[in-house]
């Protein structure tokens, strides 16, 4: 898997706009998700951009692994946080049985539809039995791209939960809310927790 050059050139060059502000808060879902999981435990971090939900996954005590795709957002989200991020793409996703949790707030929507099966089936291979997964995409009715030109997946509830049962996820959790993007189109976006079975 290659990323998308329009969308990986867009986070390359905007990736000190993501790390500007230290007032940004963490992400909506993040703690309730953070407290379905046993004191300590070990959680992956897919996207992790600027680093504010690494940040509070740390700081909650947490053993963080963070980890992005795009170099620049690698090197800010350092830069700003003492998280020790490290570059990955998600194809290079190679673990088994080795985390608690996987946390992807507002990364996946960016994998193309195609490839999405096998990066699920990764996910689920690197969680041990039981463990959750979250994930949030913006909602839609195809693949396309935003007004920056940013590659989306663009999944409506049904064909992402069919994707998520494919991959032997069991739904724990998921929740319909209305977000604005980086471009200022305002969507409703689907947040999900999984558990692997």
């Not at 793409?89 to 507002?106: C, M, N, P």
Request: glycine fraction near 10%.
């Amino acid at each position: 898997m290659t990323i998308d050059p329009a969308t990986y050139g867009f986070y390359q060059s905007q990736a000190p706009h993501f790390s500007l502000s230290s007032a940004v808060a963490h992400s909506r879902h993040l703690d309730g998700f953070l407290d379905r999981l046993p004191a300590g435990a070990r959680v992956l971090e897919l996207g992790c951009g600027g680093g504010r939900d690494a940040a509070r996954i740390k700081d909650r005590g947490f053993d963080l692994d963070a980890t992005d795709g795009i170099p620049a957002m690698v090197a800010k989200a350092n830069e700003r946080h003492d998280i020790n991020a490290r570059l990955m793409r998600f194809d290079e996703l190679g673990a088994q049985d080795e985390y608690d949790a996987v946390w992807a707030h507002a990364c996946l929507l960016h994998c193309p539809r195609a490839e999405l099966p096998d990066i699920l089936s990764r996910i689920h291979r690197a969680l041990k039995p039981g463990s959750h997964h979250y994930a949030s995409f913006k909602l839609g009715d195809g693949e396309g791209r935003d007004l920056l030109g940013r590659l989306h997946n663009f999944p409506s509830s049904d064909w992402l939960n069919t994707a998520y049962k494919a991959a032997n996820f069991e739904s724990v959790d998921s929740q319909i809310f209305a977000g604005k993007g980086s471009d200022g189109t305002q969507r409703d976006w689907l947040a999900i927790t999984v558990r692997k079975v």
